[in-house]
T-cell receptor, first 110, second 114 residues
Framework: GQNIDQPTEMTATEGAIVQINCTYQ??????LFWYQQHAGEAPTFLSY????GLEEKGRFSSFLSRSKGYSYLLLKELQMKDSASYLC???????????FGAGTRLAVHP | KAGVTQTPRYLIKTRGQQVTLSCSPI?????VSWYQQTPGQGLQFLFE???????NKGNFPGRFSGRQFSNSRSEMNVSTLELGDSALYLC?????????????FGPGTRLTVT
């Protein structure tokens, strides 16, 4: 079966750093995606990890540990516009199907 | 390059009716996947089409069906609509199939069933 867990809500202060965790139990795990979704809009791609380690892309970084079934998304120098839902999603080998977690709603306040 | 487009953006239907939603992928992308998003269930996979063939299917009843045309455009059909089908329907395109490809989402079709 598939099980993906991430915190429901988080709050952080503008300019700070926040880490959003995601744990998964997925048979045939292939890779892990992070998407950002603002209210009323479509998800937008942030990152993709298939190997262990950290991938850095500007203010956003994503980490994966395949042996631990664990990933995190790190957002630095938070801005008000980063207030959104962050969705963790996994794929299984050979399948293009994204299996999503419930999402983490991040609120950034001044 | 133009992004993924979906039509219509909003739709109101009555229980028992049927509906067809359309998705045009990014130029050159051959895989189109459909997802349903509701507050209670989150984002759930409906099906994927690649080269006009259904590759994967999620756990949805047979009332949900789809197809893909030779130009990679895809349609999704829901027959005998139920109140619980009210949701945001998102389509996503990727270059290839296989689970290692970034999927780019369209703006979605907001379906309301009354």
């Amino acid at each position: 079966g598939q099980n993906i867990d991430q915190p429901t809500e988080m709050t952080a202060t503008e300019g700070a750093i926040v880490q959003i965790n995601c744990t998964y139990q997925t048979s045939g795990f292939n890779g892990l995606f992070w998407y950002q979704q603002h209210a009323g809009e479509a998800p937008t791609f942030l990152s993709y990890n298939v190997l262990d380690g950290l991938e850095e892309k500007g203010r956003f970084s994503s980490f994966l540990s395949r042996s631990k079934g664990y990933s995190y998304l790190l957002l630095k120098e938070l801005q008000m516009k980063d207030s959104a839902s962050y969705l963790c999603a996994v794929t299984r080998r050979g399948y293009n199907k994204l299996i999503f977690g419930a999402g983490t709603r991040l609120a950034v306040h001044p | 390059k133009a992004g993924v487009t979906q039509t219509p953006r909003y739709l109101i239907k009555t229980r028992g009716q049927q509906v067809t939603l359309s998705c045009s992928p990014i130029s050159g992308h051959r895989s189109v996947s459909w997802y349903q998003q509701t507050p209670g269930q989150g984002l759930q996979f409906l099906f994927e089409y690649f080269s006009e063939t259904q590759r994967n299917k999620g756990n949805f009843p047979g009332r949900f069906s789809g197809r893909q045309f030779s130009n990679s455009r895809s349609e999704m059909n829901v027959s005998t609509l139920e109140l619980g089908d009210s949701a945001l329907y998102l389509c996503a395109s990727s270059l290839r199939t296989g689970g290692e490809n970034e999927q780019y989402f369209g703006p979605g079709t907001r379906l309301t069933v009354t």
